[in-house]
């Protein structure tokens, strides 16, 4: 037979085993005997100090010694073991305790064992698990949960709407069914080795923002962002994998509309503008810094006043006062500055709003620059050809009665008289309605050909007099026609060489002047634009120089710009009468004017072809006659560049 073992070594063996502090108690709670098992804790917060003959009141810190009182007197009086749950207080810190107080001997019981443990870590790994299982549940995005092997083990309700599938669905499946359906925006399948949560098993890396489709059982379609993420175990090795799932379709959506919109503004030239009533600060949209270039919003109103022409500022101004004061609606037209210095036509349209209790002025800006051009190019054609063809019709037509009565007096067979007769009926005719001027002049000239022949002196005078005035016709419309050639061609951006251009110009009236001495020198440069403006601005003052002197002397020079300056200077200098001071005003003008024409229209179409494509023109009387046309025209920037090094 086994020797018995002392009581006391029992007892420390059950509390190895199952509790970290045994006290055995008295009815009054003096603690007669304390055992603790080997863990390092210090559950009492006493060391090594011994408890016994103390009460087990001054023993714990706890503000539930009550409860603990009451519970160890029902142990007393009904001799049951109750259960203990209580928290502590251990080197400042509160712990959660769980034990037993169980009745020691029989009958009425002397003593009391009370057993307790540390479950404080216990019960933070289960709050913890409680809370992370409530965040699992309640969680805006979808999230499910894959292990190694490929299985989904796990789905929240907010996966089961995002897929429109049942949990038991979900997981039912793995990851790479083709059921799942996942595509790029562009519609092609996502492969299996390109899957996120492939490479997140591979790698033990997060793959994060991965956008694609995923078409649902009734076929539609969602746009879905997910996250993929690995948990890992003690080794490193992927656990798990957390993907999370975000329904995206809808900003997918507004994303869309918003490129629409953005792009709607570029195509149509729109910006759109809105003022804060109590800051006075204007933001801008995309199609704004599109317009002119400004990026640099919000902006004070006045500094936004400020990029219109001064004669406009007074209208935008006023507008938009009785706009915010009133609430009156306005569209306005004016001219705005751009960000590099370019002047544009706009139509601004602006009406007071109300969100959320807050006033605002909101509007729109067009850019209107090429529909004032076509106006303005329409009213200097209207102007310019009525004028001149009214005066040159009425030449025709006086010269034509001359020829009438010399004609009649003249004794030819009657078929002549017939052709002649319908000769100036034709003449009439083209000078009343000055349509299709080309044809009409040659016609002129074919038949006043077949009129020489019959002339006398003064017929032959008048017949000379309506050919100068249909060439000057054939002149005026070849001028309108480069014109809007020219226009058409304004806005294409090149590299001109600008030799290249003077050279093939001072070839060209070089043939046709060869008594004209004409001297070019300067800098090899190149300038943006387009080859074709460019050569109608140049030709215009070198045509003019060489056509009103007998033997002209041209000079013209090339100046690339100072470091200061991105203009290239093109001096045109002759020796001719100068520029009638009429003409000259046409340069001075914004617009073309009635009384501004003949050479004048070739002043005004050069400086405005100029100025659209960001340069300058000025004219100056030489001090010993003659003028000088200087042209400043943009350098291009690999000139720009090259310059800078040297």
Not at 350 to 367: A, L, P, Y
Not at 421 to 428: A, G, K
Request: with cysteine; glycine share 6%; charged share 30%.
């Amino acid at each position: 037979m086994s020797e018995t073992p002392p009581t006391r070594l029992v007892l420390q063996s059950l509390l190895d085993a199952t509790a970290e502090v045994a006290l055995l108690i008295d009815s009054d709670g003096l603690v007669v005997e304390e055992l603790r098992n080997d863990s390092d804790h210090e559950l009492l917060d006493y060391g090594d100090e011994e408890l016994t003959s103390k009460t087990l009141w001054n023993a714990l810190r706890s503000s539930q010694l009550e409860h603990l009182r009451t519970t160890i007197e029902k142990v007393f009086d009904c001799g049951e073991t109750r259960p203990v749950d209580i928290q502590i207080g251990v080197e400042g810190k509160t712990r959660q305790v769980e034990g037993t107080v169980s009745p020691v001997g029989d009958g009425e019981p002397r003593f009391a064992l009370l057993t307790i443990e540390d479950t404080t870590q216990q019960m933070d790994r289960q709050r913890a698990r409680d809370l992370l299982s409530r965040v699992f549940e309640v969680a805006p995005i979808g999230i499910v949960v894959v292990e190694p092997s490929g299985n989904i083990s796990r789905a929240n309700g907010r996966a089961e709407d995002i897929l429109d599938l049942e949990r038991e669905e979900i997981t039912s499946r793995t990851y790479k069914d083709q059921e799942w359906n996942i595509t790029y925006d562009d519609g092609t399948p996502i492969a299996s080795d390109e899957h996120p949560v492939t490479k997140v098993l591979q790698t033990g890396e997060p793959v994060l923002g991965l956008e694609h489709w995923i078409e649902l059982p009734d076929g539609t379609k969602k746009w879905l962002s997910s996250h993929s993420a690995p948990v890992l175990d003690e080794e490193g090795d992927v656990e798990y994998v957390v993907v999370g799932l975000d329904d995206i379709t809808h900003a997918k959506s507004r994303e869309e509309r918003l490129e629409w919109l953005v792009r709607s503004e570029e195509l149509a030239d729109i910006g759109g503008w809105e003022l804060d009533l109590k800051t006075d600060t204007v933001r801008g949209t995309a199609g704004m810094n599109q317009l002119h270039g400004d990026d640099d919003y919000p902006l004070p109103l006045e500094e936004v006043i400020t990029l219109y022409h001064p004669d406009d500022r007074r209208d935008i101004r006023d507008a938009i006062t009785a706009c915010r004061e009133e609430g009156s609606p306005f569209e306005i037209e004016a001219r705005r500055r751009t960000a590099d210095g370019y002047e544009r036509w706009v139509r601004v349209a602006g009406e007071r709003v109300e969100e959320e209790g807050t006033k605002k002025v909101r509007g729109v800006v067009r850019d209107i620059t090429v529909d004032k051009e076509r106006e303005q190019r329409l009213s200097v054609m209207n102007r310019v050809l009525r004028h001149n063809i009214r005066n040159r019709a009425n030449v025709i037509l006086g010269h034509a009665d001359l020829v009438k009565d010399e004609l009649e007096k003249l004794d030819v067979p009657e078929e002549i008289k017939t052709e002649r007769q319908e000769l100036l009926d034709s003449i009439e005719k083209t000078s009343k309605e000055g349509r299709d001027l080309q044809s009409e002049v040659r016609l002129l000239e074919n038949l006043l050909a077949d009129l020489q022949q019959s002339s006398v002196e003064r017929a032959e005078t008048g017949v000379d007099m309506i050919r100068t005035a249909s060439v000057d016709l054939t002149e005026l419309s070849e001028k309108v026609r480069a014109f809007d050639d020219a226009i058409d061609r304004i806005d294409t951006v090149d590299n001109v060489e600008l030799s290249s251009v003077i050279g093939a110009l001072v070839t060209e009236y070089g043939e046709e002047f060869p008594e004209a001495d004409i001297n070019v020198t300067g800098d090899d440069v190149t300038v943006t634009g387009d080859r074709e403006v460019l050569r109608v601005i140049l030709q215009i003052p070198i045509e003019n120089a060489l056509q009103h002197c007998e033997a002209p002397e041209l000079s013209i020079s090339v100046t690339a710009p100072s470091s200061r300056s991105d203009r290239v200077v093109v001096s045109i200098k002759d020796d001719g009468p100068g520029i009638p001071e009429l003409e000259k005003r046409s340069l001075e003008k914004a617009q073309e004017t009635p009384t501004a024409h003949s050479t004048g229209i070739g002043l005004w179409t050069m400086q405005w072809l100029t100025r659209r494509i960001g340069g300058a023109v000025s004219v100056a009387e030489n001090t010993h006659g003659g003028t000088t046309v200087e042209l400043e025209l943009p350098i291009s920037f690999e000139s720009k560049q090259a310059l800078s090094s040297e």
